[in-house]
């Protein structure tokens, strides 16, 4: 448990470092099985991913319900079932760390696609996939993210940010990091060579 915690605090502070996130923006879980059930470990809401302490990050099963010895009172991140969801569909996924990463989430307010980049896995479509905007925090979100994630790793969300996934909560860091510089390059060479 100690080590899913300090994952995630080691996570939160790396994407906030990398200019991933700001403000009390972002959130990040991992899982763990534990006696064959599934332990989630989330960063709280309304808390910058740059101040976060241990007892901060908040422990749930998968149906969202506190567990653990109560070490942590704060409120789960408003995008906990959004996490859930994810859990659920995918059984190889331990990580997840959603940003509203500038570069990622412009591309997201455009009608422009992105496109998936050597460096980071197998390329097997041209483009991120995307789903259409749903409000922040709202099940229809979690609704959505869940029927489209598929075997993505990377999902757009339209008008909002980009959730990426990993088999462990540093490999999730690690794509949301790369998807923003590959968003970064794309952005730049299509404004060199016109878009
Ligand atoms: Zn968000």
Same mark, same amino acid.
């Given at each position: 448990?100690?080590?899913?915690i300090n994952s995630?605090?080691?996570v939160?502070q790396?994407v906030?470092?990398?200019k991933l996130?700001?403000?009390?923006a972002g959130n990040?879980s991992?899982?763990?099985?534990?006696?064959?059930?599934?332990i989630i470990?989330i960063? *709280?809401t309304?808390?910058s +991913?740059n101040?976060?302490k241990?007892?901060? /990050?908040?422990?749930? @099963?998968?149906e969202?319900?506190?567990?653990?010895?109560?070490i942590?009172n704060k409120?789960?991140s408003s995008e906990l079932?959004?996490?859930l969801?994810?859990?659920k569909?995918?059984?190889d996924?331990?990580g997840?760390?959603h940003?509203h990463?500038?570069?990622v989430?412009?591309f997201?307010f455009?009608?422009?696609k992105?496109?998936r980049?050597e460096g980071?896995g197998k390329?097997?479509?041209e483009?991120?996939k995307?789903?259409?905007y749903?409000k *922040?925090?709202s099940?229809? +979100?979690?609704?959505?993210v869940a029927?489209a /994630?598929g075997?993505? @790793?990377?999902?757009?969300?339209?008008?909002?940010?980009?959730?990426a996934?990993?088999?462990?909560?540093e490999?999730?860091?690690?794509?949301?990091?790369?998807?923003?510089?590959t968003?970064?390059i794309?952005?730049?060479?299509n404004?060199l060579?016109?878009?």
């Open positions: 448990m100690d080590n899913l995630v605090l080691e939160s790396y906030f470092d990398r996130v700001s403000g009390k990040i991992g899982r763990i099985k534990y006696n064959g059930k599934d470990a960063t *709280p309304l808390i +991913l101040r976060l241990y007892e901060d /990050i908040v422990l749930v @099963d998968i969202g319900n506190f567990i653990g010895d109560g942590s409120k789960p079932f959004m996490h969801n994810i859990y569909k995918r059984n996924i331990n997840i760390v940003t990463s500038p570069y989430t412009g997201s455009s009608d422009k992105l496109k980049m980071f390329i097997e479509n483009f991120l995307e789903i259409p749903k *922040p925090g099940e229809e +979100l979690a609704i959505h029927s /994630i075997n993505e @790793d990377v999902l757009i969300l339209k008008k909002h940010g980009v959730i996934l990993g088999k462990t909560i490999e999730a860091g690690d794509l949301a990091e790369f998807v923003e510089e968003s970064k794309q952005f730049i060479s404004i060579n016109g878009f």
